[in-house]
């Protein structure tokens, strides 16, 4: 099949548009996963909770969700760079390579791909659309092996190399589109819902799983400052281990150097650890966070449960970990907001104040304030959790 190169056709032809579409998930979804005992001593205990909202980035096409908005400024990038080729790298079954391979390959780049998997029997659609997408492709049973590949062939490679989980300066221009109407719609909802609320305060949560990094760090460099608070929820990865890591991950976004607050990323506990169901936000939580891509059965469950009452399909590897805790976390009131002064962008680090743009006057906790989840994506090949079984 020839591909037409993506300076000569019409980008509307593959890529889509991305509509934003935000979803409030109203308390009687709440109610249904908690006990009769949560509920009474919330109705004792807390006169109102926070309204939750999925900003519902999963209904994108393939479910690819937040990566169309980081392959779109990319392929700017490419476009702009008359660059035809892309070279990739990364586990076979990952969301990642799955997304990247498709969408390239879509808007007419020749993808070469280096991937691995530690498990050489698995099969998954992630897999058949790498397999689909790829023009060329090696597969190894090792890691290193694969980056050791991909190190010595991006050396002579006639084209963009991108690194694994394609970190680069284009997922940003990508993303502060996306950051710029997000703001937007939270800004209309405050002013519908809230028309009084105080822009020098936090009027509003952002939160969102921690992957590679990009999207949680692309966010807080663009609200950094604001009234909006931006939360990352580690997953997969230990929290001070990842945080070593954030000046690299800036410096290769493009992104200003910015401490990140170690109160704005969150762990996940295991479940049963601890009384408090809630998400962890001290500092010594490492022990008791959960196993990366581990899935029972009581969690599947869960999900296809989520699924029936509100018709969002979450995945297990990131939403479906942290939806969870998120919906105890609201019925138990331990949204946390911190006691301390909003950062003020300094001159030396230049951050055009916002509509959100909130002073330096510290976080008001009094009233509740609502909180936006990112649904990323990532679901296709996990459809077989919403199929109904036959009982007969």
Same mark, same amino acid.
């Given at each position: %099949?020839?591909?037409?190169? *993506?300076?000569? %056709?019409?980008?509307?032809?593959?890529?889509?548009?991305?509509?934003?579409?935000?979803?409030?998930?109203?308390?009687?979804?709440?109610?249904?996963?908690?006990?009769?005992?949560?509920?009474?001593?919330?109705?004792?205990?807390?006169?109102?909770?926070?309204?939750?909202?999925?900003?519902?980035?999963?209904?994108?096409?393939?479910?690819?969700?937040?990566?169309?908005?980081?392959?779109?400024?990319?392929?700017?990038?490419?476009?702009?760079?008359?660059?035809?080729?892309?070279?990739?790298?990364?586990?076979? #079954?990952?969301?990642?390579?799955?997304?990247?391979?498709?969408?390239?390959?879509?808007?007419?780049?020749?993808?070469?791909?280096?991937? *691995? =998997?530690?498990?050489? #029997?698995?099969?998954?659609?992630?897999?058949?659309?790498?397999?689909?997408?790829?023009?060329?492709?090696?597969?190894?049973?090792?890691?290193?092996?694969?980056?050791?590949?991909?190190?010595?062939?991006?050396?002579? *490679?006639?084209?963009?190399?991108?690194?694994?989980?394609?970190?680069?300066?284009?997922?940003?221009?990508?993303?502060?589109?996306?950051?710029?109407?997000?703001?937007?719609?939270?800004?209309?909802?405050?002013?519908?819902?809230?028309?009084?609320?105080?822009?020098?305060?936090?009027?509003?949560? +952002?939160? %969102?799983?921690?992957?590679?990094?990009? =999207?949680?760090?692309?966010?807080?460099?663009?609200?950094?400052?604001?009234?909006? +608070?931006?939360?990352?929820?580690?997953?997969?990865?230990?929290?001070?281990?990842?945080?070593?890591?954030?000046?690299?991950?800036?410096?290769?976004?493009?992104?200003?150097?910015?401490?990140?607050?170690?109160?704005?990323?969150?762990?996940?506990?295991?479940?049963?650890?601890?009384?408090?169901?809630?998400?962890?936000?001290?500092?010594?939580?490492?022990?008791?966070?959960?196993?990366?891509?581990?899935?029972?059965?009581?969690?599947?469950?869960?999900?296809?449960?989520?699924?029936?009452?509100?018709?969002?399909?979450?995945?297990?590897?990131?939403?479906? %970990?942290?939806?969870?805790?998120?919906?105890?976390?609201?019925?138990?009131?331990?949204?946390?907001?911190?006691?301390?002064?909003?950062?003020?962008?300094?001159?030396?680090?230049?951050?055009?104040?916002?509509?959100?743009?909130?002073?330096?006057?510290?976080?008001?906790?009094?009233?509740?304030?609502?909180?936006?989840?990112?649904?990323?994506?990532?679901?296709?090949? #996990?459809?077989?959790?919403?199929?109904?079984?036959? #009982?007969?």
């Amino acid at each position: %099949m020839n591909f037409v190169p *993506y300076d000569r %056709m019409d980008p509307s032809r593959f890529f889509p548009s991305l509509p934003i579409h935000i979803s409030e998930i109203p308390f009687t979804i709440l109610d249904s996963f908690v006990s009769k005992a949560e509920k009474t001593a919330r109705s004792l205990d807390t006169p109102s909770i926070p309204t939750l909202h999925f900003i519902r980035d999963d209904l994108l096409p393939f479910g690819f969700g937040t990566k169309w908005r980081k392959t779109q400024g990319i392929l700017q990038y490419l476009q702009k760079n008359r660059i035809q080729k892309v070279l990739l790298w990364g586990a076979i #079954h990952g969301n990642y390579l799955a997304s990247f391979t498709t969408i390239l390959r879509k808007n007419g780049f020749t993808v070469d791909t280096i991937a *691995y =998997t530690r498990d050489p #029997h698995l099969r998954s659609y992630n897999e058949r659309l790498v397999r689909g997408h790829s023009h060329t492709l090696v597969c190894y049973a090792n890691r290193k092996v694969t980056f050791d590949d991909w190190l010595a062939k991006e050396k002579e *490679y006639q084209g963009l190399s991108l690194p694994e989980f394609g970190i680069h300066s284009g997922q940003n221009l990508g993303l502060r589109s996306f950051w710029q109407e997000i703001e937007k719609k939270i800004i209309q909802f405050l002013d519908t819902s809230q028309p009084k609320f105080q822009r020098h305060k936090i009027n509003a949560i +952002l939160r %969102m799983e921690i992957g590679s990094g990009a =999207t949680f760090l692309s966010a807080f460099d663009f609200f950094y400052g604001t009234s909006l +608070l931006v939360q990352g929820v580690m997953v997969g990865e230990n929290k001070e281990t990842w945080q070593k890591k954030t000046e690299d991950l800036q410096k290769q976004l493009g992104l200003k150097i910015i401490p990140i607050p170690t109160e704005q990323i969150l762990e996940i506990p295991k479940e049963g650890k601890n009384s408090e169901a809630h998400l962890q936000f001290d500092n010594n939580r490492n022990k008791t966070t959960v196993s990366f891509g581990k899935q029972s059965k009581s969690q599947k469950e869960w999900i296809r449960e989520f699924y029936r009452n509100t018709n969002i399909l979450l995945e297990p590897i990131y939403s479906g %970990m942290t939806v969870k805790p998120l919906l105890r976390e609201l019925n138990e009131m331990q949204i946390t907001t911190m006691s301390k002064p909003l950062p003020t962008p300094s001159e030396s680090l230049p951050n055009p104040p916002s509509s959100l743009s909130s002073g330096t006057n510290p976080i008001s906790s009094i009233q509740p304030v609502p909180i936006f989840y990112l649904h990323q994506g990532g679901q296709i090949q #996990h459809l077989d959790l919403i199929l109904e079984k036959d #009982h007969q």
